[in-house]
């Protein structure tokens, strides 16, 4: 099992940066595929990127594409969600959550392919 703890939100002007943190406890981090997710009021919640196991693969929803990046630190048991040129439509609260799967595939843009959830972060984007 892994708990997953975000943290990094805040409030950003339109256009501003913030990088988002996902730590795990647990010695088994680096055998998970790592995703974040976000959800805003009265949505869905939905898939904005994903790290294979090593970091050398990665997904991106594509209204993210070119803003967000995504990398993963396997001995800090830390994945990184660095968020450029950030846009009012881009608030929302921010999940990272743990996959077992041992290939990613596209189904990593699936929130139920995911076993453990943290509790979120909160992003706002002001315009």
């Known amino acids: 099992q892994v708990q997953l703890v975000e943290s990094g939100g805040g409030l950003v002007q339109a256009g501003g940066s913030l990088r988002l943190s996902c730590v795990a406890s647990?010695?088994?981090?680096?055998?998970?595929?790592i995703g974040w997710f976000r959800q805003a009021p009265g949505k869905e919640r939905e898939f904005v990127a994903a790290t294979s196991r090593t970091g050398s693969g990665t997904y991106f929803a594509d209204s993210v594409k070119g803003r967000f990046t995504i990398s993963r630190d396997n001995a800090k048991n830390t994945v990184f969600l660095q968020m450029n040129s950030l846009k009012p439509e881009d608030t929302a609260v921010y999940y990272c959550?743990?996959?077992?799967?041992?290939?990613?595939?596209?189904?990593?843009?699936?929130?139920?392919?995911?076993?453990?959830w943290g509790q979120g972060t909160q992003v706002t984007v002001s315009s």
């Open positions: 959550a743990a996959d077992r799967s041992a290939t990613m595939t596209m189904r990593v843009m699936t929130k139920d392919e995911y076993d453990y």
């Open positions: 647990g010695r088994t981090f680096s055998m998970y595929i």
